[in-house]
């Protein structure tokens, strides 16, 4: 939580480190937070080459304490605002730190105290200068746009604005990764995903509704300590939580390549915590780390508490992977061209990978950024909230009830 | 003169929300409440199976995430006369009840206090003042302490000071009606920054029964999650274990920190006890968190029904008289002011406004994404207050020894809850209500698994091949923002028709029968000092908890023929 202390680090007066040790404030409890961060990064793929999603805590911190605090623009287009409630559940990188300690978030409808004007004025004034983007929703285009509208414009005006001078545009959630329910079968709106209107620069999809928490704040934070944002699949998402399949990992495996079947809910296999493949679960055709990281501070995940997965990080669950309770196609025997099947999707999204990292050679106008700021005087909170942390990040076990540590009175 | 005041985006609700106002002279003298986004779920729902319905529906929203589906799942059940285990009953009662207290723990705090709270005065406070006003407040709550506060004094201190403002950029902090003393403001922010780490606490009842949440999974004919106190992978004894501990940390935190703050505050603005009276008509079909499949009958003998025009009597609900009107909504209505029975009601958007980028939209007879619906031709409040208010006229005990002391601390009339400050301290009243009645659905929980009745799903209804040829069905539910219910008709095995019947449709609307909507009347007439700070205003349109991506879905019931045969 929040364990500020009043004496500002001034970048060039000193260095983060020495900073710290005027402080008091050892290098161990700094990379204790940095450890927590990296924990989240590291449940990338087998297969991908570890190497970018394997960050040292070391290397967290290194990064971390050459850091100005960069300006965040998060839009909220054609949504629910569910990914934005996701966020404040995560317990990784709390949203409190993130909008406090890394980022200024300058404009964000849910959480922002402007309104109307002044909130509009806050929008131009983060969009005039370099800043990361993040943006939920989806943009309708029929009807001239008239389908969502912020401030008197379309949807698509809005984005086009914020995108223009964005470091890194990041499309959280499946409204902006690719339309989601809205843009199912009939698509009413005419909804698109934002990298169907952002086409001069790359797009990171965080995929899923909502996306992990953990997985929206990690991958904000892999980006201010890399400088680029995290290496993607073909459709964009980030390799470290969307690398491999849910299949892959899923605690009930053991039971699929058994046969050890649930037939119906409730049945006496269901009672024996059995696998979910037969009343329809997506875990086989869907890449997400659900079953890694977990949700809620990892309390559970949805095939955990008996539901089959819908695979709603895939682009067109909606469409494509309904009836839910169906079985997937073509994987109806374990054993029998499963595996077959089910790895050839898994080779498609691979194969796609260096495309995406080569995309990304482009986004390097962070660093360029940080670097001009770099001899600038320019405050830097992040590090007081660091190190008094009780245990790693993103460890997965919970907080403490309720609160935060001090209790003097 | 009058002055046209544009607020746009309403920021701090779920969805988007524009508001016109015409004022003169410090005061709002007209007001048009408009729904700027429109999705289309019901269109994208037809065809569907009818057992993934709740999936889609439950999309509407990410705020209230649980609400949709468990009226969905209502609806279906209607439709196909499915009956649910017992246990299933109580578990959604679980998750949907822990979910309504941590939407009104995040409204208050993260989408409301900024209109009274200034974060700017924090540097100023004195920390030991703090302390002691909120240990006098609040004693049973640890965290009201000198450590704590001046962590928060000094973290606000720094963002304040790095001129980078984050999500305080360009707030109202000027604004001469911030009244709070810098102590206050102190308590309530670290709070806020409390309220953030309790709810991603205890929002894992959720979790336990549906997976995850932001949007936990459901399921037709019962929940997924099934019981075996014998095995590590169920709902068994360490998942009670679980249960109990985050059931009574729930309680504990709008027991003793949310309410008190609320009563706190809101004796700092006494004025808006008589600021933002709307609509004196009221609906309200149970107690935050019933819900049923099919005509409520709600438990201890709460009357579903109506106060009309004030009249603080309970009609029973005749849903005869509920009409929806496209008066000033962009919709295609085949009969201006003649709506249809949801089970064959239509979502038809018909867009007649200006090509965006537009500066103004009130010209337009037609004007918001809103439908507006009438209750016997009455524009009608429903939310928090109305639940309140109509369980304190029906004499009910636990509403009455709850509200009776704080009205007399706030020194209020039970008619004076219509107001901005009322609906406010209904919200926090009610929390602590359905807080412990978390407690209560525990223990019949546990009660049911005891006596061998842990079943949570009924497999007769499951296989199409048992459906009716043709169904249609409605659930209901009191969620956050109100009365909720959906409708759905089933033929051969399909979703041939869906319609949500949405809160913030019915407080949100425009104009309609010759009535302004809720929060139009809210607004009419209203204090506005500086027009380029609309934080007034803001207090009153927050004060109803907007929820606008559930407002935009539509409310088509007729007068005449409401087949209420199958379900009464």
């Given at each position: 939580m929040i364990i500020p202390d009043g004496d500002l680090w001034v970048v060039g007066e000193e260095t983060l480190g020495e900073h710290l040790d005027r402080r008091g404030i050892s290098r161990r409890s700094f990379l204790q937070f940095c450890a927590g961060v990296?924990?989240?990064?590291?449940?990338?793929?087998?297969?991908?080459?570890?190497?970018?999603?394997?960050?040292?805590?070391?290397?967290?911190?290194?990064?971390?304490?050459?850091?100005?605090?960069?300006?965040?623009?998060?839009?909220?287009?054609?949504?629910?605002?569910?990914?934005?409630?996701?966020?404040?559940?995560?317990?990784?990188?709390?949203?409190?730190?993130?909008?406090?300690?890394?980022?200024?978030?300058?404009?964000?409808?849910?959480?922002?105290?402007?309104?109307?004007?002044?909130?509009?004025?806050?929008?131009?004034?983060a969009n005039a200068q370099d800043h990361i983007l993040v943006v939920n929703g989806s943009v309708p285009r029929k009807e001239g746009g008239a389908y969502t509208t912020i401030a008197g414009r379309s949807a698509e005006a809005i984005l086009l604005e914020s995108a223009e001078r964005a470091t890194a545009v990041f499309a959280v959630g499946a409204c902006a990764h690719w339309g989601c329910v809205q843009a199912s079968r009939p698509n009413p709106t005419g909804a698109v995903g934002v990298d169907a209107v952002v086409t001069d620069k790359p797009v990171v999809n965080v995929a899923g509704c909502p996306p992990v928490p953990e997985v929206i704040t990690a991958s904000l934070v892999y980006t201010l300590v890399n400088g680029s944002p995290p290496p993607v699949d073909g459709q964009g998402r980030p390799l470290f939580a969307y690398g491999d399949r849910i299949h892959d990992f899923c605690p009930k495996r053991g039971r699929f390549d058994a046969g050890q079947f649930v037939r119906t809910f409730d049945d006496d296999a269901a009672r024996s915590g059995y696998c979910l493949y037969e009343v329809g679960c997506r875990g086989p055709d869907t890449f997400a780390p659900c079953p890694i990281l977990r949700w809620n501070l990892a309390q559970d995940w949805p095939i955990g508490a008996g539901h089959p997965c819908i695979g709603c990080t895939e682009v067109g669950f909606y469409d494509r992977f309904t009836p839910f309770y169906e079985v997937l196609p073509n994987l109806r025997t374990p054993g029998t061209g499963v595996e077959a099947d089910a790895t050839t999707v898994g080779l498609v999204g691979l194969a796609a990978v260096g495309l995406g990292v080569a995309a990304h050679a482009g986004a390097t106008a962070l660093q360029e950024r940080r670097a001009s700021r770099a001899a600038e005087k320019v405050f830097l909170p992040l590090v007081g909230d660091v190190p008094t942390r009780e245990r790693p990040l993103g460890s997965g076990a919970p907080e403490p009830a309720s609160t935060p540590e001090e209790d003097q009175r | 003169m009058s002055e046209r005041v544009v607020i746009d985006p309403v920021t701090r609700i779920e969805g988007h929300l524009r508001i016109e106002v015409l004022a003169d002279d410090g005061q709002i003298t007209d007001a048009w409440s408009q729904t700027t986004q429109f999705k289309g779920i019901e269109m994208v729902l037809r065809g569907r199976d009818p057992r993934d319905a709740w999936a889609f529906a439950q999309r509407i929203c990410g705020v209230c995430t649980v609400v949709h589906a468990i009226a969905s799942v209502r609806a279906v059940e209607d439709a196909l006369d499915y009956p649910v285990p017992r246990a299933a009953d109580t578990i959604r009662n679980l998750v949907l009840g822990s979910q309504m207290v941590q939407d009104h723990v995040i409204h208050f705090y993260h989408l409301h206090a900024l209109d009274f709270v200034n974060v700017t005065t924090v540097p100023q406070a004195d920390v030991d003042a703090a302390v002691a006003a909120a240990v006098a407040l609040e004693p049973d709550y640890a965290l009201n302490s000198a450590g704590r506060f001046q962590a928060v004094k000094d973290q606000v201190t720094r963002v304040l000071d790095s001129g980078q403002l984050s999500i305080f950029t360009n707030g109202y902090w000027d604004h001469p009606d911030y009244r709070l003393p810098p102590e206050v403001d102190l308590i309530a922010v670290s709070h806020y920054l409390d309220a953030l780490v309790w709810q991603r606490e205890m929002i894992r009842v959720n979790t336990i029964f549906g997976g995850k949440n932001p949007h936990p999974n459901f399921l037709v004919g019962g929940m997924a999650s099934a019981i075996n106190m014998d095995n590590e992978l169920t709902i068994n004894q360490v998942k009670l274990d679980q249960l109990q501990a985050l059931v009574a940390g729930t309680l504990n935190f709008v027991r003793d920190v949310y309410l008190p703050d609320v009563v706190a505050i809101l004796g700092a603005y006494p004025d808006y006890l008589d600021i933002g009276r709307s609509s004196a008509s009221f609906l309200a079909i149970g107690k935050g968190g019933y819900n049923c499949s099919g005509y409520p009958s709600p438990p201890n003998g709460f009357v579903p029904g109506v106060m009309l025009d004030g009249e603080l009597t309970v009609r029973e609900l005749d849903l005869d008289r509920i009409k929806e009107f496209a008066t000033s909504g962009w919709y295609r209505y085949p009969q201006e002011g003649i709506g249809l029975q949801p089970w064959d009601g239509e979502t038809e958007p018909e867009y007649t406004g200006p090509t965006p980028p537009f500066d103004w939209l009130a010209d337009d007879e037609r004007y918001t994404w809103s439908k507006a619906p009438r209750y016997d031709g009455r524009a009608v409040q429903v939310g928090p207050m109305p639940r309140l208010l109509s369980a304190y006229v029906q004499g009910e005990a636990e509403t009455r020894d709850d509200l009776d002391p704080l009205l007399r601390r706030l020194g209020a009339r039970p008619e004076q809850l219509n107001s901005t400050a009322g609906r406010i301290l209904a919200r926090a009243v009610e929390a602590v209500q359905i807080a412990r009645q978390l407690q209560v659905w525990l223990d019949d929980l546990v009660t049911a698994i005891r006596s061998g009745d842990d079943r949570t799903f009924n497999p007769d209804k499951w296989e199409k091949d048992t459906w009716p040829a043709q169904g249609k069905g409605v659930g209901f539910a009191e969620v956050a923002r109100g009365t909720l219910s959906h409708w759905v008709r089933v033929e051969d095995g399909f979703v041939s028709n869906y319609q949500a019947v949405v809160p913030s449709t019915w407080n949100g609307c425009g104009r309609a029968t010759g009535q302004l909507g809720p929060y139009e009347q809210a607004l009419v007439p209203h204090p506005l000092l500086r027009p380029e700070q609309p934080l007034e205003p803001l207090r009153t349109i927050h004060s109803f908890d907007p929820c606008q991506s559930c407002g935009i879905h539509v409310l088509d019931v007729t007068g005449a023929e409401v087949a209420w045969s199958r379900v009464q």
């Open positions: 990296a924990g989240v990064l590291a449940t990338g793929p087998l297969a991908a080459g570890r190497a970018h999603a394997t960050l040292s805590a070391d290397a967290i911190a290194d990064s971390l304490s050459s850091m100005t605090k960069p300006v965040l623009v998060w839009l909220q287009l054609q949504e629910c605002t569910g990914c934005m409630e996701s966020v404040l559940r995560s317990g990784a990188t709390t949203v409190e730190e993130l909008i406090l300690n890394l980022v200024s978030m300058d404009y964000n409808e849910l959480l922002m105290a402007a309104a109307g004007t002044a909130a509009d004025e806050a929008l131009a004034a | -």
